[in-house]
C-alpha cells in the first residue's frame, strides 16, 4: 500500500480541524442568534404579567382581581400559541385562569419557568404582587410553537450559512494546499522528465525557501553522479586511445604474415590457418576499441552542438554502404540503398557511426545470399534512416533488450560484442530521435528505424534513387 502523499496528510489534518472548529462556531453563533428571540418572546410574557397584576385590588382584607370576560379575552388571543394565565391570592387561592397551572416552588421577582400544562410544553412567568395581605403571584404561560419554529428557521438559516462557509473554507484549504506543493509537483516532473543522462543542475528561481535544501541536495547529487561518469568516460576513453595504436600495428602484422604464409605455401590447417584466426580476433578487439570510444564520445549528459552542419542523408549512407559493400560481396549478400534527398543539421561522426553500427549488425546477422537494404528520407516533418536485412529476425521478447550495453542474443552469431545497437540508441538519443525495431516487408528479416522529429532543414520531393 503506497504511503499517503503530503497532499493528503495536509488535508487530512486541515480539513476535519476545520469542519469541528466551524462546526464549534457554528453552535455558538447559534445560541447567540436565538438569545434575542428568545429574549423578545420573554419580554411579552412579562409584560402580559404586569398587565394582569395592575388588576389586583386589596379591599376590606381580601386581594381581588379586577378583570372583565373581554380583558380575558383579550389576553388569551394569539394566532399561533395558545395563552394561560393564573392569579393565585396570598392564601393560595385561585382568584381567576386556568386552576392547573403552577409555577416553580422558588418565586424570587419575576421568574421564567419551563413546564408541560395540559400536554403540551409551555414557557411562563412567575411575577409575585406585593399586596397589604401578603404576596400574590401571578402565572401566565404560552406554547411553544412559535419559538420552536423561530429555532428550527434559525438552524435552517444557520445551517444554510455554515455549510456555504464550510464548503468555500474547504474549498480554500484545497486550492491553498494545491497551490503551496505546486512547486514539489513542478521539481517531481522536472526530475521525471530528465533521461538519465541529464545531470545539469536544477533551478533555484522561484522555488520557496523550504524547497531550496531539497534543490540544493539534488544539485550534489547530480555533481556527484557526473564527477563518477565523467571519470569513467575518461578511464574508457583514455583505454581505448591506448589500444586503439597497438591493435592497429598488430595487425598491420598479422596481415602481413598471413600474407608471407599465403605466399610461402603453408599447410592448411597449420600457420596459415593460425595466424587468420588470430587475424579475426585482432579485428574484433580492434572494433571493440573503437566502439568502446565511440560510446564514450556519445555518452555525455549535455550534446555539444559546436560541430553540427546541414548534412545530406543520402551522401552519408551512399558513402557507408560503399564502405562495407567489400564485406556483403564477401558473404554473397545483395547491399544497396534506397534513399530520398533529405537533410538535417547533425555531427556528421555521429551519423557515419549510427550507420556503420546498422549496416555492421545486418552483415552479421544476414545469411549468404541474402538482401540488405539501406533507406533514408522526410518522416512527417523529421527524418529518417533505417536498414532491413533478410536475416532471421530479433524476436519481441528480445526487442528492448538488444540495447542494452554488452547484451547479445542467444542466437546470436559469434563476434559481435553487444554495443552496435547501444551506440545507436545513445546517439539518437542525443537529438530526441526515436529507434524502433520492427519485421522486414520480406516476411524473414529486421527492420531498424531511426526517426529524427522535426530534425529536416530541407526535404526535395525528387524520385528514390537505388543504389
Known amino acids: 500500500m503506497k504511503p499517503p502523499s503530503i497532499r493528503t496528510r495536509l488535508q487530512l489534518w486541515l480539513l476535519p480541524s476545520l ?8 453552535v455558538f453563533d447559534f445560541h447567540r442568534a436565538i438569545e434575542p428571540v428568545e429574549a423578545a418572546y420573554d419580554a411579552a410574557l412579562a409584560n402580559t404579567a404586569f398587565a394582569v397584576s395592575a388588576r389586583l385590588r386589596a379591599e376590606k382584607g381580601t386581594v381581588a382581581l379586577d378583570l372583565d370576560d373581554q380583558t380575558v379575552a383579550l389576553l388569551r388571543t394569539d394566532l399561533i400559541d395558545r395563552i394561560f394565565f393564573r392569579v393565585i391570592s396570598p392564601s393560595n387561592e385561585t382568584l381567576a385562569g386556568d386552576i392547573g397551572l403552577k409555577g416553580p416552588d422558588n418565586i424570587v421577582g419575576a421568574t421564567f419557568f419551563d413546564a408541560v400544562f395540559q400536554g403540551k410544553p409551555v414557557r411562563g412567568i412567575a411575577y409575585p404582587v406585593a399586596t397589604p395581605i401578603g404576596i400574590s403571584i401571578v402565572l401566565v404561560a404560552e406554547t411553544t410553537v412559535k419559538r420552536d419554529k423561530a429555532r428550527r428557521d434559525m438552524v435552517a438559516s444557520r445551517l444554510v450559512q455554515d455549510l456555504a462557509v464550510v464548503f468555500f473554507a474547504v474549498l480554500v484549504v484545497w486550492l491553498s494546499v494545491r497551490g503551496v506543493l505546486r512547486p514539489l509537483e513542478q521539481l517531481a516532473s522536472q526530475v ?10 536544477l533551478p533555484e528561481n522561484g522555488s520557496p525557501i523550504e524547497v531550496l535544501p531539497l534543490i ?12 563518477t561518469q565523467d571519470g569513467q568516460r575518461r578511464f574508457i576513453e583514455n583505454a581505448a586511445h591506448q589500444l586503439r595504436t597497438p591493435l592497429a600495428g598488430l595487425q598491420g602484422q598479422v596481415e602481413l604474415a598471413v600474407r608471407e ?23 574484433r578487439v580492434t572494433r571493440l576499441a573503437n566502439q568502446l570510444l565511440t560510446l564514450s564520445r556519445s555518452d555525455r549528459p549535455t550534446h555539444d552542438t559546436a560541430g553540427e552542419r546541414q548534412l545530406e542523408l543520402a551522401e552519408l549512407v551512399a558513402d557507408s554502404v560503399a564502405i562495407q559493400i567489400d564485406r556483403a560481396i564477401d558473404r554473397e549478400q545483395d547491399l544497396g540503398a534506397e534513399t530520398q534527398a533529405v537533410s538535417i543539421r547533425a555531427i556528421e561522426w555521429e551519423l557515419r557511426e549510427v550507420l556503420s553500427n546498422l549496416i555492421d549488425n545486418a552483415i552479421r546477422y544476414t545469411p549468404r545470399g541474402g538482401q540488405i537494404t539501406v533507406r533514408c528520407g522526410p518522416d512527417e516533418g523529421g527524418a529518417f534512416i533505417e536498414v532491413e536485412d533478410s536475416g532471421p529476425g530479433i524476436p519481441a521478447t528480445e526487442r528492448d533488450r538488444v540495447f542494452e550495453r554488452f547484451y547479445r542474443a542467444p542466437t546470436a552469431p559469434a563476434g559481435g560484442s553487444g554495443l552496435g ?8 538519443s542525443l537529438y530526441e530521435a526515436r529507434v524502433e525495431i520492427g519485421d522486414a516487408s520480406r516476411g524473414t528479416g529486421t527492420v531498424v528505424r531511426v526517426t529524427f522529429p522535426e530534425a529536416v532543414r530541407r526535404a526535395c520531393p525528387s524520385p528514390v534513387a537505388d543504389t
Do not use: H, Y
Open 216 to 227: 540544493d541536495a539534488l544539485n550534489r547529487l547530480f555533481g556527484r553522479i557526473g564527477s
Open 19 to 26: 469542519v469541528l472548529i466551524l462546526g464549534a462556531f457554528s
Open 192 to 201: 521525471q522528465a530528465r533521461s538519465p543522462s541529464d545531470l545539469k543542475p
Open 261 to 283: 604464409a599465403s605466399s610461402l605455401g603453408a599447410p592448411a590447417g597449420g600457420l596459415a590457418d593460425r595466424l587468420a584466426r588470430i587475424e579475426q580476433a585482432t579485428s
Open 421 to 428: 545497437l547501444s551506440i545507436v540508441q545513445e546517439i539518437a
